[in-house]
Nanobody
Framework: QAQLVESGGGLVQAGGSLRLSCAAS????????MAWFRQAPGKDREFVAA????????FYTDSVKGRFTISRDNAKNTMYLQMNNLKPEDTAVYYC?????????????????WGQGTQVTVSS
């Protein structure tokens, strides 16, 4: 059974960096869209970034453009989120997701697989 497992979260000061990883198992995800979402306390889960299957086109929400970089290593079946210049408002549980289509979506219901989440806390 396909599974996604996030890692790399933690506590960092504002202006710092973290790199999240999403390791996939059970099947290859290189040809399908993968994405990062996040959920802050008391808020809805929101789209952060996505990468298209095969072509590798990248998509970001406006608040992270220029600071976050999404990437994937198909040989390792792993997706990453490099987060630089972190801000307190980036504090959230970060989830990776994958859908059974190459084109990403901003909508949560469009994703078929989810990880368990990893906590990112940015102190001011």
């Amino acid at each position: 059974q396909a599974q996604l497992v996030e890692s790399g979260g933690g506590l960092v000061q504002a202006g710092g960096s973290l790199r999240l990883s999403c390791a996939a198992s059970g099947r290859t995800f290189s040809t399908v869209a993968m994405a990062w979402f996040r959920q802050a306390p008391g808020k809805d889960r929101e789209f952060v970034a996505a990468i298209r299957g095969s072509l590798g086109s990248l998509f970001y929400t406006d608040s992270v453009k220029g600071r976050f970089t999404i990437s994937r290593d198909n040989a390792k079946n792993t997706m990453y989120l490099q987060m630089n210049n972190l801000k307190p408002e980036d504090t959230a549980v970060y989830y990776c997701a994958a859908r059974e289509r190459p084109r990403p979506s901003y909508s949560i219901p469009d994703y078929d697989y989810w990880g368990q989440g990893t906590q990112v806390t940015v102190s001011s």
